[in-house]
């Protein structure tokens, strides 16, 4: 599989089209980024609907991301790359995200993250209560925070202490703390 030739036909088939690596994304994102992901694997390449919150503190993940249901994996030789292209674009998800539509918005992020699994990873309820921050509801975030570093990843702990601490300070502190992490982020992706 030829990722350049992949990639070039990506972006020639979707207006505004982002790249970094594996992950194609909308160019008109605020908050959330949202497209698709080409996982290559020895064997061929798994296809992901790809969402990823820009505040999230570990970096790019594909946690709030799914694979594409049904046959979410191409075997290295089963297509030509103009296939691979074709198939991934047909795909209702893929569409979706590169639809004319509105890019994600938190709202929808959150939506996301309710209807699915991902709550059930504490790391996620982090991030969850990261976005309520961003959407104005301090008060029911601030409850979320002290409740988690019990069953939180050692690693995230600190990153909770931090926004606990900032939105004590009140929401423009928390906010900027949260800027701060988007902007890292936007470097891991190439984009600032």
Not at 42 to 52: A, C, H, L
Request: charged share 20%.
């Amino acid at each position: 599989m030829n990722k350049r030739l992949i990639s070039r036909l990506m972006h020639e088939r979707v207006s505004g089209l982002r790249s970094s690596g594996v992950y194609f994304f909308r160019g008109d994102f605020e908050h959330v980024l949202s497209g698709a992901v080409l996982e290559y694997v020895p064997r061929g390449v798994y296809i992901w609907d790809f969402r990823f919150p820009l505040f999230d503190f570990f970096g790019p993940n594909l946690m709030y991301s799914d694979r594409l249901p049904g046959s979410a994996f191409i075997g290295k030789g089963e297509m030509s790359e103009e296939a691979i292209v074709d198939y991934v674009m047909a795909s209702p998800e893929v569409q979706n995200a590169f639809g004319t539509g509105s890019p994600m918005s938190l709202d929808e992020f959150v939506q996301h993250l309710l209807q699915s699994n991902a709550l059930l990873n504490p790391h996620a309820r982090l991030i969850h209560a990261a976005a309520l921050i961003l959407l104005g509801q301090e008060l029911r975030t601030a409850d979320m925070l002290d409740e988690l570093p019990p069953i939180l990843h050692p690693s995230d702990v600190p990153h909770c202490h931090l926004l606990r601490e900032s939105l004590r300070q009140g929401p423009e502190a928390a906010r900027t703390l949260l800027d701060q992490v988007r902007e890292k982020n936007l470097r891991a992706f190439g984009l600032a």
